[in-house]
């Protein structure tokens, strides 16, 4: 464990001489070499801005206007920043957030039809199909049953899509793999609903359909994996789902694409069959080398980004520290390795704890730059023993007409000058 900064030192214990300048910390694991330097402290308390009176309390607690998070909107790949009315989703400023766990309102969002402003009071969840019970439930049915609370990611299929083809160097971590979030999910496991109507045995596929104008609806298989792990969720980081992420409740499959966990559910019907939806005809399907479409494409596979430095960042020449995030659809992170030197050479970086299971992990690395132009990257391996692949790895295996499930190590080139700009490899 490193040794405590004397400027840090729990209340009641003397502080030093704030007047020492440029002192210098190890870094948290002792990497070898890997010195960090302390912006120099006020000489006394005169340099610091005397106190003044705040704002009175309210009702709602708002960020400090010293901070701006905001999203990234798309209307298609690589078409940014465009107006709302036009867009089909905005990105999660992934770059400015730390830890683990998204703030609600900077989820990534994705809509067909936009969001509807539904009444939790008319709405309703019809559950059908091979059955031995039909089942109509309102939101205060849901929330009498005895419910779950779990930390899992959501990404769309989409997320990466900027980088398929070629890389824009003016592309921010926001912008190329801003379709990632995660939160703390409450609801009622999809196991107990099965239990409770009585899904016929032979029944290996659920419809699940939303509730919005382009009636969204997908085919779901009924695994033991999907069994155990999804909910009906109505509870997004201790408050009610925000609308544009479905309330008043959604269905949440950790771990496959995002399209699956259906926003503003209103529909589970059972069957023993796909339903073939156009959303799984027509919309998510992948376009192979071999000319053929992949349907039914689940799960997000193994991936990792750096997301400090990354594009449009400046860095010196000196101690570094790279962070980023790691995450897999089949599990749990088990190590992140960075290079510095585009590939050649990899070295283990600290993951932060907890790492759970179809969440997203924090991956940390010590590092002095020399000041010589030079590209970093990261690559995850989850607990099923996948590793993320090369660039050249994936396009060799999906091509490059295909259009989700990117997930190819994300390439950052640094320039002489510190600046950061998006590569493909």
């Known amino acids: 464990m490193a040794a405590q900064s004397e400027f840090t030192k729990s209340a009641g214990e003397r502080v030093a001489d704030p007047g020492r300048r440029g002192l210098l910390l190890k870094a948290a694991t002792g990497a070898a070499g890997a010195i960090a330097a302390v912006p120099a402290m006020a000489e006394s308390l005169a340099d610091v801005p005397a106190r003044e009176v705040g704002d009175p309390v309210g009702t709602v607690s708002e960020r400090s206007k010293f901070v701006h998070l905001d999203r990234v909107t798309e209307s298609s790949p690589g078409v940014l920043n465009v107006d709302p009315s036009l867009a089909i989703n905005s990105k999660t400023p992934i770059d400015r957030l730390s830890g683990t766990v998204t703030p609600s309102d900077m989820h990534y969002e994705r809509s067909h039809a936009g969001s509807p402003g539904l009444d939790p009071g008319k709405h309703r969840l019809l559950i059908h199909g091979m059955t031995k019970t039909d089942l109509v439930l309102s939101i205060d049915d849901l929330r009498a049953m005895p419910s779950v609370s779990r930390l899992h990611f959501m990404e769309c299929s989409g997320n990466g899509w900027e980088n398929w083809k ?13 379709l990632l979030s995660m939160h703390e999910w409450t609801g009622v496991r999809l196991s107990r609903i099965v239990d409770l109507v009585g899904v016929d045995p032979a029944s290996t596929w659920m419809l699940a359909e939303g509730g919005d104008a382009a009636a969204v609806a997908r085919s779901i298989p009924l695994t033991d994996e999907i069994l155990a792990d999804a909910m009906i969720a109505f509870v997004q980081n201790g408050e009610p789902l925000r609308p544009a992420h479905g309330f008043p409740m959604r269905l949440l499959v950790p771990g496959m694409e995002g399209n699956l966990s259906i926003k503003w559910l209103r529909r589970l019907k059972f069957g023993d069959r796909p339903f073939m939806t156009r959303w799984e005809t027509d919309r998510y399907t992948q376009l192979l080398p071999n ?17 400090s430095p990354s594009g449009r960042m400046q860095i010196r020449p000196g101690y570094n520290r790279i962070t980023g995030m790691a995450w897999s659809g089949r599990g749990t992170i088990r190590k992140v390795e960075v290079s510095t030197d585009g590939g050649r050479r990899w070295k283990l970086a600290r993951l932060n704890a907890p790492i759970l299971y179809k969440a997203l992990a924090r991956f940390e690395l010590d590092w002095d730059w020399d000041g010589v132009p030079t590209r970093i990257v990261s690559r995850s391996t989850d607990d099923k023993g996948f590793v993320q692949p090369s660039r050249d790895e994936f396009v060799a295996r999906m091509g490059v007409n295909a259009l989700f499930h990117y997930n190819a190590q994300q390439t950052w080139a640094i320039g002489g000058g510190g600046e950061v700009v998006n590569v493909l490899s």
Not at 293 to 301: D, I, K, M, T
Request: hydrophobic residues 25%; charged residues 25%.
């Open 291 to 307: 000319g053929k479409a992949r349907q039914f494409q689940l799960y997000q596979e193994v991936n990792s980004v750096i997301t």
């Open 166 to 178: 070629n890389a824009d160097p003016d592309r921010t971590v926001q912008e190329t793999h801003g």
